[in-house]
Nanobody, 123 residues
Framework: QVQLVESGGGLVQAGGSLRLSCAAS????????MGWFRQAPGKERESVAT????????VYADSVKGRFTASRDNAKKMVYLQMNSLKPEDTAVYYC????????????????WGQGTQVTVSS
């Protein structure tokens, strides 16, 4: 079992920044693929970023490339999502997830989920 807890969401103006954190506990973390997803009201949950074991082979959604940076600290069992140049369309509940499939981007490819943290970007 893996437990995931996100934090760091909030209200920010367009152009601002936020840093989300995800704390993992439970079984081995270092070999997990960690993903960040988001879900806006009335929309499907979508992949934002996926980080591999070493954190160096991250896949980003086109909508966030160049603005968001995902990273991980395996020793601390933490995953981060630095979000810069935020736009109103980034407003959503953000989730972190753990799985084992390399560069997975589908919701069904992840085994464990956090409860989510709300990010609201005002125009």
């Amino acid at each position: 079992q893996v437990q995931l807890v996100e934090s760091g969401g909030g209200l920010v103006q367009a152009g601002g920044s936020l840093r989300l954190s995800c704390a993992a506990s439970g079984r081995t973390f270092s070999t997990d693929v960690m993903g960040w997803f988001r879900q806006a009201p009335g929309k499907e949950r979508e992949s934002v970023a996926t980080t591999g074991w070493g954190g160096g082979s991250t896949v980003y959604a086109d909508s966030v490339k160049g603005r968001f940076t995902a990273s991980r600290d395996n020793a601390k069992k933490m995953v981060y999502l630095q979000m810069n140049s935020l736009k109103p369309e980034d407003t959503a509940v953000y989730y972190c997830a753990a799985g084992t499939k390399w560069q997975a981007t589908k919701r069904t490819e992840y085994d464990y989920w956090g409860q989510g943290t709300q990010v609201t970007v005002s125009s």
